[in-house]
């Protein structure tokens, strides 16, 4: 069986998901949209995912053609006609169809599609030994040109990052803002373990304010740690017990190495552990049930 797209309101085959040369998002990338992992029949999280990609299209100023809940079984839907249990589901909404020029009045209706698939994460070694980052020049867009709080389909700053990563040998690039202070690596959030408390960037400084970040700071708190949100230079991350980086497709991946400076012992720490642990227990409860 193929894989089944949804798209405009229709279930269509992987071939026949097609969207015009004149869409907007593929023009300009204008649209946003939303990552969101489904463990053993329930979706991780979904009230939040689909309530950002509201918030993000509002910023925008782009009508959703769906509500809420009409969102929430659309997903469904493709899931259940993908026989899919453990999935990534990709949504997004585009300004749709419109004409060379920028004007988003010229795009009458938005192009929304769902995808539901097998997710690829880094491979279980970088788990099991930890990551490397390398800081890179490409600087995290400042929150006054492009709120990286918007997830839109303007991915190039993180683009940008990822190419300067991989040329000189590394996974993921550390971003930096205009200021020299730490926000976050190109599709991860990024927290470090200092004398036993759990730090990571607050969202002024430039990030995606993280489902997975969100989750993660709540299970800190439920474990006991001290959890706060920190203004942090390259110097705390060299200085650090633990760092690690969270999102939905990667979840809480170890860093190991920034800049060559070895982190704490050199591989994944007691406190990530944990966290990695009391997340995987509440991938199987917290979220919406669509498969028994």
């Known amino acids: 069986m193929g894989l089944k797209i949804y798209l405009n309101g229709k279930l269509v085959d992987r071939a026949d998901a097609k969207v015009s040369v004149f869409d907007h998002g593929l023009l300009y990338g204008d649209g ?33 053609p769906l509500t809420k809940p009409q969102l929430t079984r659309a997903i469904i839907r493709v899931l259940r006609a993908n026989r899919l249990t453990n999935a990534y589901i990709r949504l997004v909404v585009t300004r749709g169809e419109g004409d060379l020029g920028l004007d988003p009045r010229k795009c009458p209706r938005p192009t929304l599609f ?14 099991d030994q930890g990551l490397s980052l390398i800081t890179v020049p490409t600087q995290r867009n400042i929150p006054e040109a492009l709120n990286p709080m918007i997830k839109t389909l303007n991915y190039l700053n993180n683009i940008l990052a990822k190419i300067e990563a991989t040329t000189a040998g590394f996974e993921e690039a550390l971003m930096l803002n205009a200021s020299g202070y730490v926000t976050e690596c190109t599709g991860e959030n990024l927290f470090i373990v200092r004398r036993g408390a759990l730090l990571t960037p607050p969202p002024y400084v430039g990030v995606l304010r993280g ?24 110097h705390d991350l060299f200085n650090a ?20 400076r070895t982190i704490g012992r050199g591989q994944p720490g007691p406190v990530t552990a944990d966290l990695r642990k009391a997340f995987r227990e509440l991938t199987k409860t917290e979220g919406l049930r669509y498969h028994h």
């Open 32 to 64: 946003v949209f939303e990552g969101i992992r489904s463990y053993d029949g329930l979706i991780f999280k979904l009230q939040e995912h689909v309530d950002r990609l509201f918030e993000s299209a509002q910023t925008l100023m782009l009508r959703i």
């Open 114 to 127: 769902i995808i539901a698939d097998r997710i690829v994460l880094y491979p279980k070694r970088l788990y």
């Open 211 to 234: 489902i997975t970040r969100c989750t993660v700071m709540e299970l800190g708190r439920h474990l006991g740690y001290a959890v706060a949100e920190a203004v942090l230079t390259r």
């Open 241 to 260: 017990e633990e760092c690690f980086l969270t999102g939905t497709a990667a979840e809480i991946v170890p860093v190991v190495r920034v800049d060559g």
